[in-house]
């Protein structure tokens, strides 16, 4: 059973476009929203994250929307660059611990 | 450097051979977490572990893989008698506090299990 649905796994955008992600969940137990960025032969980097009490967060270019109601959140690239090529994976947890799962990532190609 | 060290980077084994793979966590970091990646299927949870516990293991194969986190050492995941499903990348997190806080993990760069 996913506990977490990405969308899409593939995405190409021109430069300065805006790439967007989405993500959606099932189990209202979870409290902390995180965006990681990989890129190829990397580990996973935290990039952005968000908690249920707001319903958007803005970090440079980056932004987390989330719709409590609607059990969503997405990520919104603005001005995309070249180098945000990479795989960016949404991911969900609870407060009890950190156990963190991951959606199935998306491979985000942004083309001059 | 402070980071999550993993090694080896890369592995080749021979099915029926025994792979370890060692993390060592962020300085000051208790908190360890094993990540296994295929490609097209993103990154599955297989452990959670603090120093000589694990708390959590639901996502480790029953037979085969298991893990420790020694007082001493490194924290060492190990798969015996290797099959060529097993090929993948390994990924080892940690993570400053096991509850609360601010969530992050802190990844490793990965180790690369290849079997022949």
């Known amino acids: 059973q996913q506990q977490v649905k990405q969308s899409p796994q593939s995405l190409i955008v021109q430069k300065g476009g805006i790439s967007i992600i989405n993500c959606a969940y099932e189990?209202?137990?979870?409290?902390?929203f995180p965006w990681y960025q990989q890129f190829p032969g990397k580990g996973p980097a935290l990039l952005i994250a968000?908690?249920?009490?707001?319903s958007e967060k803005k970090e440079g270019r980056f932004t987390i929307s989330f719709n409590k109601s609607a059990k969503q959140f997405s990520l919104h690239i603005m001005d995309s660059q070249p180098g945000d090529s990479a795989t960016y994976f949404c991911?969900?947890?609870?407060?009890?611990?950190?156990?963190?799962?991951f959606g199935i990532g998306t491979k985000l190609q942004v083309i001059p | 450097n402070a980071g999550v060290m993993q090694n080896p980077r890369h592995l080749v084994r021979r099915r029926g051979q025994e792979a370890r793979l060692r993390c060592s966590p962020m300085?000051?970091?208790?908190?360890v977490y094993w990540y296994r990646q295929l490609p097209e299927e993103g990154l599955k949870f297989m452990v959670y572990?603090?120093?000589?516990?694990?708390?959590?293991e639901s996502g480790m194969p029953k037979e085969r893989f298991s893990a420790e986190f020694p007082k001493e050492g490194p924290s060492i995941l190990r798969i015996q008698q290797v099959v060529r499903g097993d090929s993948a990348a390994y990924f080892c997190?940690?993570?400053?506090?096991?509850?609360?806080?601010?969530?992050?993990?802190?990844f490793g760069e990965g180790s690369r299990l290849t079997v022949l």
């Open positions: 997190a940690s993570s400053l506090s096991g509850t609360g806080g601010t969530g992050e993990l802190f």
């Open positions: 189990n209202t137990a979870f409290d902390y």
């Open positions: 968000i908690r249920p009490d707001v």
């Open positions: 991911a969900v947890s609870s407060g009890g611990y950190q156990k963190v799962t």
């Open positions: 300085k000051g970091h208790s908190h």
């Open positions: 572990l603090q120093k000589e516990n694990i708390i959590d």
